[in-house]
């Protein structure tokens, strides 16, 4: 298989054929189940949040970090779903990935799994842009229960997609999990997946079910606790939408990066990627939106309630009958649940 050529036509944006599509993905199986669930690498290393489908922004991150190989990248997750172009985004992380291994890390979020994509646009559009058939979503689903589950940067910084769990105490727990299937609903790799920190308040400095529907919020005891027994100093993770591209909680001990600008299209916030160089120094590269975005034509993103309703609304039970019925009914809006 000629990566090079593949990884030419990738850049320009055109798709792979399919059997391309089944023969990368079986290789790329091939290659992270070699892989533990935490994984280890050195600085210096560009971290990378949520991507969702917004390609033309995953170019862009390449001309503001470096290209690949000239530069460490490590993606933690969601990589599809609510953009237009997922299968792009996914088959060129792909190829990277199988050209340069030790350039290119991923580890898994919550949307790469069977239910979500259902749900949420991924699914949709491989059928859309491969005639109907539910092969191609098939390829990328069964290679996504092969991602690991967290990765640890210099054996201090822990990165992970969402964030922590009351099951999980030692890495030493995370490396026992049984990760290549689906993403359960509940229990440590769900939670590895769909957690997230919140400053302390009022009943918020331990465990909280999450209004997600799946995971917990913790507070800054529970990373206090987490960093000490494993001798880590900072917990980095994705998964929160930030208007001015990163937050940091709990005076440092915790960090969101997200890296999809200008939110499906329309939310307006910035993006960034955190560059660790090692010996406590990094940097946060914030960016804005690739020119190519504003050139797109999306009229689903019109309805200013859809938007309201995306941030205000409690959010259901993803995982309940009821919701994904629902999606399934109503998929011409499934960008933007």
Known sequence: MELDRCLEQLYKGQLLPEETLRALCFKMKERLVKESNVLHINTPVTVVGDIHGQFHDLLEIFQIGGPVPDSNYLFLGDYVDRGLYSVETMTLLIV?????????????????????????????????????????????????????LCCIIDNEIFCVHGGLSPNVQTLDQIRIIDRIREIPHDGAMADLVWSDPEDDAEGREHFQVSPRGAGYIFGRSVVEKFLHLNGMSKIYRAHQLCNEGFQVYFGGLVTTVWSAPNYCYRCGNKASILEVYGNGEYFFNVFEEAPANKLLNVPVMTSGSMLAGFFDEPTPDMFSDEYQAASAMNRHVDYFL
């Open 96 to 148: 990277l990935k199988l050209r340069w291994p030790e350039r290119v890390h991923l580890i898994r979020g919550n949307h790469e799994s069977r239910q979500i994509t259902q749900s949420y646009g991924f699914y949709s559009e491989c059928l859309n842009k491969y005639g109907g058939s539910s092969k191609v979503w098939h390829y990328f689903t069964d290679l996504f229960d092969y991602l690991v």
